[in-house]
């Protein structure tokens, strides 16, 4: 069943009619936005892209192919965008490049039935009834916390409570664990790159309790990881950090992070936004205490998301939200609580989304996680050297090397053009959307000395030649804005 989710060829061969060969690009042509396939020769050696290159089986043992035996295979992009229904679309005369993945993703066909057939086939409450589409509903539901749970290895499908994005899970955290466990002078560290989802929750906490934040500053547009270790104290309650920044693109060590703030007894809490939908994250594996992430940018839909915490953690927190379906018990004068999950999911969940967000799990397990990453970097690799060609152009964050994973995202800024010029004009201009602005990473972007800056952001339905495209796309950008001044 998950395999039919997602369109893969058979074994490869070089009769597939994937290869872009003579005789099989107009088969790709109808499944690909793209009307012109750069040659090999084109692709500079310099750069760290790589082809596979299949041999006919027709040719004789230890011969040498000639050309013609020879085909490129298929990007992982190129197989899966026929799985997206929306980028097949024409923006403003122009095949739509979609380089807005960090803000939210795409989503594929299995994910948009699921929606459709929950809302058709089975619509109904959760956990509150003993109807066939109640029960239905319900069995739905509860098989996305599975999927959930497995996707990043919880110990526990209790470790798994839906909301309605990263940023509820957040607050939960903040105003369940920190208004318990928080006092005064107790300490808060964080990093200054940090979405304003893990400090506007903070600071409010901080301000009820008395707690203080403390922030890891950048060295070389990184957060110093010497400054972060030496921020770390008895006073320090709690650790809030990214896994992937979506300014910088850096990876941060989360591994050593949990073992540096467990040895002072301080918890963890991880935001994964940039992290879950495109690499393999295991909860066990890096022991984080809390994680968060966001259904719409692992290809599921918007208005679900999911906190996992250890169970014990869980266990001693008070309800988040008051209301249906996370009591026990309701007296006139009290009430008791139910366990986790049910105690902070109150009221009537985003059912359809949560199973929804399962579907989109199903997708990406069956490409694989492993090969979604192995791909997006190769990818982003070869974004960022091609975007570093660009004159006058000042990228954020680290460059990708041997020992340096950047993510498939890339901010940046051109002399004497404002980003927002730069995204409108690739917009309306050559059908390319990037995003422009503080990115809701606005303590970053003052350490940076910048108030803004463009992103384009990638995902595995992206393509080599639509780096080439928008690359070109920002050349112009740039010529028409420089001749105009």
Excluded at 248 to 270: C, M, N, T
Aim: proline fraction near 5%; include cysteine.
């Amino acid at each position: 069943m998950a395999a039919s989710l997602c369109h893969f060829p058979p074994a490869v061969s070089s009769s597939s009619s994937l290869f872009v060969g003579s005789k099989s690009r107009s088969l790709l042509l109808a499944v690909s936005p793209f009307k012109h396939f750069p040659s090999k020769s084109s692709i500079s050696a310099s750069l760290p892209w790589t082809r596979s290159y299949a041999v006919s089986n027709d040719a004789a043992a230890f011969s040498v192919a000639s050309p013609s035996d020879l085909r490129e295979s298929p990007s992982l992009g190129e197989i899966t965008r026929p799985d997206f229904p929306i980028l097949r679309q024409v923006v403003n005369g122009f095949n739509l490049v979609y380089f807005d993945n960090a803000a939210t993703s795409q989503k594929p066909s299995s994910v948009i039935k699921a929606l459709s057939e929950y809302y058709e086939l089975y619509n109904s409450n959760v956990h509150r009834g003993v109807h066939y589409l109640s029960a239905k509903a319900t069995d739905a539901y509860e098989e996305a916390r599975n999927k959930v749970a497995n996707f990043v290895n919880a110990a526990d499908r209790r470790e798994i409570i839906f909301t309605r994005n990263a940023t509820e899970a957040i607050n939960l955290v903040a105003y369940s664990w920190g208004a318990l466990n928080l006092r005064p002078g107790d300490e808060i560290v964080l990093t200054i790159a940090e979405h304003h989802s893990s400090i506007v929750p903070w600071q409010i906490v901080a301000k009820k309790t008395g707690a203080v934040l403390k922030y890891v500053e950048l060295t070389k547009e990184v957060p110093d990881l010497d400054q972060f270790k030496g921020l770390l104290s008895k006073n320090t309650k709690l650790v809030v950090a990214h896994h992937v920044s979506n300014v910088l693109g850096s990876v941060l060590p989360i591994d050593e992070i949990v073992d540096w703030s467990h040895k002072v007894g301080a918890k963890v809490l991880v935001d994964a936004c940039q992290s879950v939908p495109h690499m393999v994250v295991d909860v066990q594996k890096l022991n984080v205490d809390f994680l968060v992430a966001s259904s719409h940018k692992m290809c599921g839909p918007t208005g679900a998301g999911f906190l996992y915490g250890k169970i014990n953690l869980l266990s001693s927190m008070p309800p988040f939200l008051g209301g249906g379906e996370m009591i026990t018990d309701v007296f006139q004068d009290y009430s008791t609580y139910a366990e986790p999950p049910s105690r902070f999911e109150a009221g009537t969940p985003a059912i359809a989304e949560a199973i929804g967000l399962g579907a989109a799990i199903d997708y990406l397990s069956s490409i694989g996680m492993e090969k979604i990453h192995n791909y997006e970097k190769k990818l982003s690799e070869y974004l960022y050297y091609q975007l570093s060609s660009v004159p006058n152009i000042h990228i954020y964050g680290p460059a990708p090397s041997d020992t340096v994973h950047r993510a498939a995202l890339c901010a940046f800024n051109v002399d004497n053009i404002h980003p927002t010029d730069i995204a409108t004009f690739l917009d309306e201009q050559h059908g390319v959307a990037v995003r422009s602005g503080h990115h809701c990473a606005q303590p970053l972007h003052r350490a940076l000395g910048v108030n803004a800056s463009a992103r384009a952001s990638l995902y595995f339905y992206n393509t080599k030649e639509e780096v080439d495209t928008f690359i070109q796309a920002l050349k112009d950008t740039i010529e028409f804005f420089t001749t105009a001044a």
